[in-house]
Nanobody, 123 residues
Framework: QVELVESGGGSVQAGGSLQLSCTSS????????WAWFRQAPGKDREGVAA???????TYSDSVKDRFSITRDNAKNALALLMNNLKPEDTAMYFC?????????????????WGQGTQVTVYS
């Protein structure tokens, strides 16, 4: 049973930073592309950052230049560094994975999902 487990969420004042982590038990981790999604109450789940098997990254316009996604194939780990957080970044954050090159921010391109970690940004 493959599991994706997020951690690192919490409450932070606007302008602050948080780093999310996602670990997995996947075999052949390096063959998967990964992404971070978020979902606020009453809104659709949206992709915010993605990384392909070759390390290429892509970001949504709302987080570009503030968030950074990285992967460590040796540790089966994914991270999302979030700087200059804003109240509108408040959401449940999920990591997701799928076989293939990527990167992709499309929810339909992912079959493996974590349970999420809550991020709350207060002003």
């Amino acid at each position: 049973q493959v599991e994706l487990v997020e951690s690192g969420g919490g409450s932070v004042q606007a302008g602050g930073s948080l780093q999310l982590s996602c670990t997995s038990s996947m075999y052949n981790y390096e063959s998967y592309h990964w992404a971070w999604f978020r979902q606020a109450p009453g809104k659709d789940r949206e992709g915010v950052a993605a990384i392909g098997t070759d390390g290429r990254t892509t970001y949504s316009d709302s987080v570009k230049d503030r968030f950074s996604i990285t992967r460590d194939n040796a540790k089966n780990a994914l991270a999302l560094l979030m700087n200059n957080l804003k109240p509108e970044d408040t959401a449940m954050y999920f990591c997701a994975a799928e076989l293939g090159a990527g990167p992709s921010l499309s929810r339909d391109d992912f079959g493996w999902w974590g349970q999420g970690t809550q991020v709350t940004v207060y002003s």
